[in-house]
């Protein structure tokens, strides 16, 4: 967190509107998602009053689901697979990008098989025309109201 000093004063801050993080930490795989999410919940990084943290993945979780959580809940990040946040802010208005101020892409975690969330095509694609060539977070990226950390 030395690199982005931003980023944790934003997290310890409690989030003003519902399905609106501060942070998005995308990663290709589910189980990484898991282990990122325990790392954020953490008291000493978000302190007492940083927003929850979402856990977006579509194994054992659905579409409907998350979007009533989103609404229901002030989240301060967001951790989940390119598939699920694409789905989100693009088709739904559950995941919003108004606080947003990070995007996190998790390109240096491999799985099981030795690849990384740019390796596989599929989610490669997801990252690139869901969740960063949606037009409005274009334009906020243009703005540079969002940073884009490579992980």
Do not use: W
Request: glycine share 8%; aromatic share 4%.
């Amino acid at each position: 967190m030395k690199t982005t000093p931003m980023l944790r004063k934003r997290l310890a801050q409690k989030s003003k509107n519902h399905g609106s993080p501060t942070l998005l930490f995308i990663t290709g795989a589910a189980l990484r998602v898991a282990d990122v999410t325990r790392v954020l919940k953490d008291k000493k990084l978000r302190g007492e009053k940083g927003g929850e943290v979402a856990k977006l993945f579509a194994k054992h979780f659905k579409l409907s689901e998350h979007i009533t959580h989103l609404k229901r809940t002030k989240i301060g990040a967001a951790v989940g697979t390119p598939g699920r946040i694409g789905k989100l802010l693009c088709e739904t208005d559950a995941l919003a990008a108004s606080a947003l101020s990070h995007i996190i892409l998790d390109v240096t975690y491999a799985d099981s098989k030795k690849r990384t969330l740019l390796d596989i095509p599929e989610t490669r694609d997801e990252v690139f025309k869901t969740v960063l060539g949606g037009t409005e977070m274009q334009q906020l990226i243009k703005q540079g109201r969002i940073q884009i950390i490579l992980f």
